[in-house]
């Protein structure tokens, strides 16, 4: 046979000498678990990232209402503040602090014409006073319009949530809220005889703050400086009623309605207790600052600055920061 008729037939039976590549199981598997980890090592920095902007965001946030404020006080020579609202419910009021005919909306009110929304402003301002319903739809859709300056970014979005009865008769069934509330003063708890441990207790104010029941505050009476007071900090909230907005806290709108006594409960927080980071079930977030942040809440102080205050600071720091009055050693 020709020699090149067996190299033919040699070349057809011989085994290739390296064979085709690819992965094995055990290699993909590694190669999955090595890609895990790498995600699971990934995703804390990157929420790590957008919560520290969040955190900035609503500083700025705060900043813009402080600046609001003081350009409030320019015009008028008082901050804004108390608008004729009816006494806050479970809350005991200073001697010789009563409810007087003080118009003009509530603080959220009288500061959105610095803000940039005068629009809204004199849309809603007037509202909180009047006794009648106003469920008309040019109401209705002022009434639920969002001001996004007054929303925290970490716990919520700027839109309009729903209302509950007084609002609702008056407004529709939606409104806009705010996580923002002027400081009320410095207040103890207390537990009356009565009270059981399912009540939920009441404060007594001890000592006025920004916003004050029955007048507004000029800073000259702010006696500690404007750098050692609160004006404007984030509220605590239960965070089973975010959606819902029907936490005791939360439920009027910026527009408010001065007769109904929970009003002030959703944009006026007092320094009887420690601020504390949101919870559920929290039933006591109508009284307290507080924020959902996990690296403390955010103040904005009567000079204008914004500063992250940590949860842990001393109760009696806590209540002099809230106090207008001046040389306090106790709440």
């Known amino acids: 046979m020709p020699a090149h008729h067996l190299s033919r037939r040699s070349d057809r039976f011989t085994v290739p000498s390296q064979a085709c590549l690819g992965f094995t199981l055990i290699e993909l598997l590694v190669a999955i678990s090595v890609i895990g980890i790498l995600i699971g090592l990934l995703l804390p920095a990157v929420q790590a990232a957008r919560e520290a902007a969040r955190l900035v965001q609503c500083k700025n946030n705060l900043k813009q209402v402080a600046l609001a404020c003081h350009n409030y006080e320019t015009a008028f020579n008082v901050l804004p503040g108390y608008g004729g609202e009816a006494g806050g419910f479970l809350i005991r009021q200073l001697p010789g602090h009563t409810r007087t005919t003080q118009g003009g909306g509530n603080w959220i009110t009288q500061s959105l014409p610095f803000m940039e929304r005068n629009t809204l402003a004199q849309q809603i301002g007037s509202l909180a006073s009047h006794r009648s319903p106003h469920t008309v739809p040019h109401v209705e859709e002022a009434v639920s319009s969002p001001v996004e300056g007054l929303i925290c970014p970490t716990r919520r979005r700027a839109k309009s949530y729903p209302l509950q009865s007084p609002y609702r008769e008056r407004y529709g069934s939606r409104g806009a809220r705010t996580d923002y509330a002027m400081n009320g003063g410095a207040a103890e708890v207390l537990v009356g005889a009565n009270q059981n441990i399912n009540d939920a ?6 000592h006025d703050g920004t916003w004050s029941y029955g007048r507004r505050t000029p800073t000259s009476k702010i006696q500690d400086g404007l750098s ?104």
């Open 201 to 206: 207790p009441a404060i007594e104010i001890k």
């Open 228 to 331: 050692n007071t609160y004006l404007v900090g984030e509220k605590a909230m239960d965070l089973n009623k975010l959606s819902s907005a029907n936490g005791f806290g939360d439920r009027a709108p910026i527009a408010g309605y001065h007769n109904s006594p929970i009003s002030t409960h959703s944009y006026v927080r007092f320094a009887a207790r420690s601020p504390r980071m949101d919870s559920r079930d929290n039933c006591l977030e109508c009284h307290d600052f507080g924020s959902t942040h996990h690296a403390g809440w955010n103040a904005a102080f009567a000079d204008g600055r914004v500063e992250l205050m940590t949860y842990s600071m001393d109760l009696l720091i806590h209540r002099m920061h809230a106090s207008v009055s001046g040389r306090e050693t106790s709440p």
